[in-house]
Each structure stands twice: as C-alpha cells, then as structure tokens.
C-alpha cells in the first residue's frame, strides 16, 4: 500500500534558528507533494504544492525564502523551515500522490516547538 | 474561490447514537473529489473515506458517505457510535482541475460512554 515516512516527528529550536523535515515515499511514486501547517487551532494552511520538474508554487503568506522545498525524485521531499519563530509553530504535514491520483496520503508529521 | 464548510466545530455524543458530520462545499469544478480524514489526538490525518461519483454511497470502517452534487454535499455517518470513534474529522474537497486538497475546520467528535 501507499506509505509516506515523515520525520522527525517532533522538534524543537530556538528562536531564529532553522529546522528541516523530510518525506519519504514507499510503495508508490510522489509526483506532487503538497505541505501544510496545521496551527494549534487545528486548521489547515497549505504552504506550497510541488510536482516533480515542475516549478514549486507557494500560497500566498508563504514564500521560498521562509520555506525552500526541495523534490528531487518520486520518492522524497523535503522542507526547511528558516529562521523559526513563535508564529511557526505547529503540525507541519507533507501529503504525497501519485500521477494521475487525486488522494493524498500524509505522512506522520513533524511537530515543531519554537523556544 | 473553492471552499469546504463543516457547521459542527465539536459533536458530542453517547456511545451507540448515530453519528451524522456536516459537509458542504462550493466549488468552480463540475468535477469535485470529496474525502474525509480522521486524525487522532497526536497522530496525523488518515483517509477515512473519498468519492468522486454523483450519488454513489461510499462506505469504510462502519462510516459511510454520499456525494450530492445537488445540494454541494458530502456527510459523514455512522449507524452506532463507538469510543474510539473520538476524533478530529476533516472534510476536504479536490478536483480534476487543481488537485489541491482543500480542508474544512474540522469536528470534533467525542464519543461517551
């Protein structure tokens, strides 16, 4: 079945520091991967859909320079969170489908804390 | 733009009631893909249910669902609640035209003794 390994589950950093978080895969091939936040109110916002050789498209109040992605293969992507403050807390969640699929399967999360 | 609206921020009910979760949606796509996701306290959302046919009962784990392009929507029910139906339920809305998942608020479910 389709699996999507995200880690690390939980992080911690200090203010203005930077932490990345990582999607794997397994068992089908992620064309487009889609990575929310889920803020402790429990909404969701995405932060950017990214397709393989395609260009990544952030939303808007997220941007390249606060969130870089990288997705360089059908199995892994990847997210850094640069320069983490208060407002960054949350679930971040990465959600991976496969060409020509409309469901997205998410991975564990990675809870980041802010100090 | 496209939308998802879940009326019921938090549902509380007695262990063999039935559960019924509100979802309606707008949409610019004739096409729209209808799911709802279950997450558990401290895991991550899990796909519980999803449809993409006019009418078409669809069914999961005792929980079932039926797309109604009439009326833009897509409840979730349950004949019998159980404990461990205790949840966050988000219904979230996608098409053939953009395949972004577009979340609702979610429900909280909690379920009684």
């Known amino acids: 079945g389709a699996l999507v390994y995200q880690y690390p589950r939980r992080t911690i950093c200090k203010s203005g520091t930077s932490m990345r978080m990582e999607c794997q895969a397994v068992?089908?091939?992620?064309?487009?991967v889609a990575w929310y936040r889920q803020s402790p109110q429990k909404t969701f916002e995405l932060i950017a859909l990214?397709?393989?050789?395609?260009?990544?498209?952030?939303e808007q109040n997220f941007t390249q320079e606060k969130f870089p992605i990288s997705h360089p293969n059908l199995s892994f992507s990847s997210m850094t969170v640069l320069n983490a403050y208060l407002e960054d807390r949350g679930l971040y969640l990465c959600?991976?489908?496969?060409?020509?699929?409309?469901?997205?399967?998410f991975g564990a999360g990675t809870r980041l804390s802010v100090l | 733009g496209d939308s998802v609206t879940q009326t019921e921020g938090l549902v509380t009910l007695t262990e063999g009631l039935p559960v019924m979760l509100n979802c309606t949606y707008q949409t610019i796509y004739s096409n729209p893909f209808l799911f709802w996701y279950v997450q558990h306290l401290n895991e991550s959302p899990r796909l519980l249910l999803k449809s993409f046919t006019d009418n078409k009962r669809t069914e999961h784990q005792g929980f079932h669902a039926t797309l109604h392009k009439s009326s833009s929507s897509f409840h979730l029910q349950k004949s019998s609640a159980q404990l461990s139906d205790s949840a966050l339920y988000y219904c979230?809305?996608?098409?053939?035209?953009?395949?972004?998942?577009?979340f609702g608020s979610g429900t909280q479910l909690t379920v009684m003794p």
């Open positions: 959600g991976a489908r496969a060409g020509g699929q409309n469901t997205l399967y």
């Open positions: 979230a809305l996608g098409s053939s035209g953009s395949w972004q998942l577009i």
């Open positions: 068992g089908f091939q992620a064309t487009s």
């Open positions: 990214s397709t393989v050789n395609s260009a990544i498209k952030y």
